[in-house]
C-alpha cells in the first residue's frame, strides 16, 4: 500500500465519520421521535399548500399519512383535528386540472424525501438491532414501493417476473422452482397453459395474492391492473374516509372457466350467490371472478374480465381498507345500495394508462349504447327514481332491469365525481360506509341540488 492510497482511503473514512458521527450522537429513541416531528411537518406544510389552492382532498391525504403512521407514534390529537375539519370542507371552485397536477407533483416529491429518509433510518436501526427496524421500512415502502433499501431491510430480494420476494421464496425460485397450487414445485413440464384449477399460479404483488390458472402473462397484467387500481383508489379516498391498517394482501381468485369457479364456490363459500359471474365476500375477504370473455362466443356477455376484477375488487378495497359498518350495506331494505355498486361500476370504467387507472371514454360510451339501444332504454332509471331504491329493488330479479340499474349508478356515481357535487358525494359516500345508512342521507348531502338532478344527469349522460 502506498502512502498516498493510504491517506485517500483515510480522507474518505473520516468523511464518513464525519455524517455518520451526526447521527450517532443521538439515541435510536431520539432519531425515531427527529424522524417523525420531520416527517410530520414535511406533511402538514404540503397539506397548507394543497388547503390554500383549493385542493381539499389532496390536504386530507396528506394529513392522513400522519394519523394512519404506525411506526410507535403516539396518538396525534392536533392531526386528527386538523383532518376533521378537512373532511368538512370541499374543493375549491376554481380548481383546475393544471393546479391539480402541479399540487400532486409536489406530494410526489414529499413522499420521495419521506421514504429515502424512512429507509435510511430503517437501515441504522437493524444494524443496531432495534426492532422498529420493520415498521419505518415499511413506512418507507408506503411511500415507495421501489424503495431498495427498505426491501434490503425487510430480507426482499427483487426477481424476474415475481416481484420482490422474501429470502426463502427467492431461494427457491433461483433454485427453478415457481409458486404452484399450495406449494412451490420444479418449473420444468410446468407449462400447459391456461393450467386446469389445482395447478394455479400464486402470484404476489406489493398488496396482492392472486391465485389463477389463466396464462402467466395475462395474471401478471391483471395484477399490474390491481395496483393501479389501489393506487387511484387511495388517491381518492386515504384522508376522506377512515382507513384501518393494511395487514395483509388482498386475496384475489380468477377463474379461468365458469365451471370451475362454481365448483369452487360450491366447496368454499356456501352463501355465495349464484348465477352471477363475481363476487367479493366481506366474510371470506375474497374476490372471486372468472374470465367472462370465454362466454362471449356464446353470446350476452359484453363485459371484460379487466372491467369485472375491477368491480369485484373495487368492493374489495372499501371493505378491506375503509373502517366500514358493513351491517348498514348488507340488508335487503338497505337504502342507498346504489351507492355501494355505483362505486364499483364506476372503477369498472377504468383501464390502464400510463402507469395508472385512467377513466376509459370509449368503455363508457360502449357501455352506455347496451343499455340504451337494447329494450331496455325504457329501463333506465331517473337520478331521483335510481337513488329512492331499497337494495331489494335495485338488484332486481329481471336480469335486463338489474343491469341497467347497475350500469347507471356507475354513470351516476362518475357524474357526481366530476364538478361541483364532487365534495357532496364524498360526504355521501363517507356516510353511506361509516356512519349508518338512513334513507334521506343523499338528499340532505346534495342539498338543492337534488331538485335539479334529474334534469342534469340526463344532460350528462347525453354528453357521454
Ligand atoms: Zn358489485
Not at 473520516?14 to 414535511?42: H, I, K, N, T, Y
Not at 395496483?227 to 386475496?251: K, N, Y
Not at 358493513?326 to 364499483?344: F, K, M, Q, R, V
Not at 331517473?382 to 347497475?406: C, H, I, W
Request: glycine share 8%.
Amino acid at each position: 500500500m502506498t502512502p498516498r492510497r493510504w491517506n485517500g482511503a483515510a480522507a474518505v473514512a473520516l468523511c464518513l465519520l464525519c455524517v455518520a458521527g451526526r447521527a450517532e450522537d443521538l439515541s435510536p429513541d431520539a432519531r425515531v421521535a427527529d424522524f417523525l416531528a420531520w416527517e410530520r411537518a414535511e406533511w402538514m406544510r404540503a397539506a397548507d399548500t394543497a388547503e390554500k389552492k383549493g385542493y381539499v382532498t389532496l390536504a386530507r391525504r396528506c394529513v392522513a399519512q400522519i394519523t394512519r403512521r404506525d411506526s410507535g407514534a403516539a396518538e396525534d390529537e392536533g392531526a386528527d383535528t386538523r383532518l376533521a375539519a378537512l373532511r368538512e370542507a370541499d374543493d375549491g371552485a376554481k380548481l383546475n386540472a393544471k393546479t391539480r397536477a402541479s399540487l400532486e407533483r409536489a406530494v410526489a416529491k414529499v413522499r420521495k424525501s419521506v421514504a429515502a429518509k424512512a429507509a435510511s433510518l430503517a437501515t441504522a436501526l437493524k444494524n443496531a438491532d432495534d426492532d422498529r427496524a420493520p415498521e419505518l421500512a415499511a413506512l418507507a415502502l408506503r411511500n415507495d414501493p421501489a424503495s431498495a433499501a427498505a426491501r434490503g431491510v425487510l430480507g426482499h430480494t427483487r426477481t424476474k417476473g415475481w416481484g420482490w420476494l422474501d429470502a426463502t421464496d427467492a431461494a427457491r425460485l433461483k433454485a427453478g422452482e415457481v409458486p404452484v397450487g399450495d406449494g412451490w414445485r420444479p418449473k420444468k413440464g410446468l407449462r400447459r397453459d391456461p393450467r386446469p384449477w389445482g395447478e394455479q399460479w400464486t402470484v404476489t404483488s406489493d398488496h396482492f395474492r392472486i391465485r389463477s390458472n389463466l396464462a402467466l402473462p395475462r395474471v401478471f397484467a391483471l395484477r399490474d391492473l390491481l395496483e393501479m387500481l389501489r393506487d387511484r383508489f387511495l388517491a381518492d379516498w386515504e384522508g376522506t374516509l377512515p382507513m384501518v391498517p393494511e395487514e395483509s394482501r388482498h386475496d384475489v381468485f380468477i377463474f379461468a372457466q365458469k365451471s370451475e369457479y362454481d365448483t369452487f364456490l360450491k366447496a368454499n363459500d356456501p352463501t355465495h350467490i349464484k348465477g352471477v359471474p363475481g363476487q367479493y365476500s366481506p366474510t371470506h375477504r375474497r374476490a372471486t371472478f372468472f374470465d367472462v370473455e370465454t362466454l362471449r362466443a356464446a353470446g350476452g356477455q359484453t363485459s371484460s374480465l379487466e372491467e369485472l376484477m375491477l368491480h369485484e375488487c373495487a368492493h374489495q378495497l372499501f371493505y378491506e381498507l375503509v373502517a366500514i359498518r358493513a351491517t348498514a350495506i348488507d340488508s335487503n331494505d338497505s337504502p342507498n345500495a346504489w351507492i355501494n355498486e355505483g362505486l364499483a361500476e364506476f372503477y369498472g370504467m377504468h383501464s390502464r394508462g400510463k402507469g395508472v387507472l385512467v377513466l376509459d371514454r370509449k368503455a363508457i360510451r360502449g357501455m352506455l349504447r347496451t343499455i340504451q339501444v337494447k329494450k331496455s332504454a325504457s329501463l333506465v332509471p331517473s337520478a331521483s327514481a335510481l337513488t329512492a331504491m331499497t337494495k331489494g329493488v335495485f338488484q332486481s330479479p329481471d336480469g335486463e332491469r338489474r343491469v341497467t340499474n347497475y350500469a347507471t349508478a356507475g354513470f351516476f356515481a362518475l357524474f357526481l365525481s366530476e364538478g361541483a357535487t364532487r365534495g357532496a358525494w364524498q360526504r355521501v359516500v363517507r356516510e353511506f360506509f361509516c356512519n349508518g345508512n338512513s334513507p334521506d342521507a343523499f338528499a340532505g348531502s346534495m342539498g338543492d341540488f337534488a331538485k335539479r338532478m334529474d334534469e342534469s344527469f340526463r344532460k350528462f349522460l347525453a354528453k357521454l
